[in-house]
């Protein structure tokens, strides 16, 4: 099936065989995901101006920075975040961490997130990474490097159960390290580099 976007809307998520396809609109005066179905009439969420859209393959939630308590607030949304029951979850970070200066990803299924530094500067500056089972506030996993060394790239697998952290050198740019986190043992693992 081919389907033409609207102006002002690009596409999120298509789902051939099912014919599925999620947007995100922005078109001045609606700010929102619009999720096509088939031939039938398309479901529209709107989304306020200061909040994020969090992806999580074909599901969505909505993310807002709480600047004055340093935490992310986190809504899954009945019928876009796959879960029965949803729910709002805050995601503190300590003082030293900026959630403004953040950036995020989550798995709705498995209720994981990862907050890292949002940009080159932050993640040098923040030398972590925080882990969290979202359901609860605190990180049950913190990241920390020594030295010059920061996290570069952190993403968490598609099914939400690790997440994969590279470390850079600050001096040289140089991948230094790779390291796993998984959920369900709450343990960092290095991962060998092969030799240059």
């Known amino acids: 099936m081919v389907r033409k976007i609207p102006q002002g809307e690009r596409a999120l998520w298509f789902d051939e065989?099912?014919?599925?396809?999620?947007?995100?609109?922005?078109?001045?005066?609606?700010?929102?995901?619009?999720?096509?179905?088939?031939?039938?009439?398309?479901?529209?969420?709107?989304?306020?101006?200061?909040?994020?859209?969090?992806?999580?393959?074909?599901?969505?939630?909505?993310a807002r920075l709480d600047t004055k308590g340093n935490a992310i607030e986190l809504q899954e949304i009945a019928d876009w975040s796959g879960?029965?029951?949803?729910?709002?979850?805050?995601?503190?970070?300590?003082?030293?961490?900026?959630?403004?200066?953040?950036?995020?990803?989550?798995?709705?299924?498995?209720?994981?997130?990862?907050?890292?530094?949002?940009?080159?500067?932050?993640?040098?500056?923040?030398?972590?990474?925080?882990?969290?089972?979202?359901?609860?506030?605190?990180?049950?996993g913190v990241g920390t490097l020594p030295g010059r060394q920061y996290f570069s790239f952190t993403a968490l697998d598609p099914t939400g159960s690790t997440a994969l952290l590279e470390v850079k050198d600050a001096s040289t740019r140089e991948t230094v390290g790779l390291k796993v986190f998984t959920f369900a043992t709450k343990r960092f693992e290095d991962v060998a580099l092969p030799p240059p």
């Open 17 to 62: 065989g099912g014919e599925k396809l999620v947007t995100f609109a922005d078109t001045g005066k609606q700010r929102g995901l619009v999720r096509y179905e088939g031939a039938g009439k398309p479901r529209r969420l709107a989304v306020l101006p200061k909040d994020r859209v969090l992806q999580s393959q074909d599901k969505f939630a909505a």
């Open 83 to 140: 879960i029965e029951k949803p729910a709002k979850h805050k995601l503190a970070l300590p003082e030293a961490y900026p959630v403004a200066a953040s950036a995020f990803e989550a798995n709705f299924a498995k209720r994981t997130a990862l907050v890292s530094g949002g940009s080159a500067v932050a993640r040098q500056e923040w030398q972590k990474v925080f882990l969290f089972d979202y359901v609860k506030p605190e990180p049950i």
